[in-house]
């Protein structure tokens, strides 16, 4: 009897390796494409981003439309170089400038107030983003 038992430990714990090592294959298989759709997935279906490169680019195509982000954020660009919105219950507002090819802002966040910051601004169709110094963006906002 106890040969018995061993044997059918011993199927289980072979079948259990199979089903993890099936598992591991076909994550490990699939990871290269999920990891290539997230890279592109901003890109995929509007097209490639285009550097806005002059304040009156900016303004014609952002300055008084509502910015919305997938965080909930709400910002609004204004002419006379200020902002305002709303971010999780939280008041947004600040003043922008542009210098060189760039948007230059201070950003206030509820109580909080950031550091000055300038970042190349990108659009594509109704989505637009802030390129920071070191190549990393917030997010992406739907313009409206």
Known sequence: MPKFKHRYIVAWCHYAEMRFLAF?????????????????????????????????????????????YDSGAVI???ADRSF???????????EWA??????????????????AACKVPQIVKNRLRFIREDGSFYGVAKIR
Do not use: M, T
Not at 98 to 115: A, F, L, S, T
């Open 24 to 68: 591991f294959l076909i994550f490990f298989a699939a990871f290269p494409f999920v990891a290539q759709a997230q890279n592109n997935r901003d890109s995929d279906d509007d097209g490639e981003y285009e550097r806005i490169v002059s304040e009156q680019d900016f303004v014609k195509r952002v300055v008084g439309k509502r910015l919305f």
């Open 98 to 115: 542009w210098q060189d090819d760039r948007i230059c802002h201070q950003i206030n966040i509820g109580e909080k107030r950031y550091e």
């Open 76 to 78: 609004v660009f204004l």
């Open 84 to 94: 305002g919105g709303g971010f999780s219950g939280s008041r947004v507002w600040g």
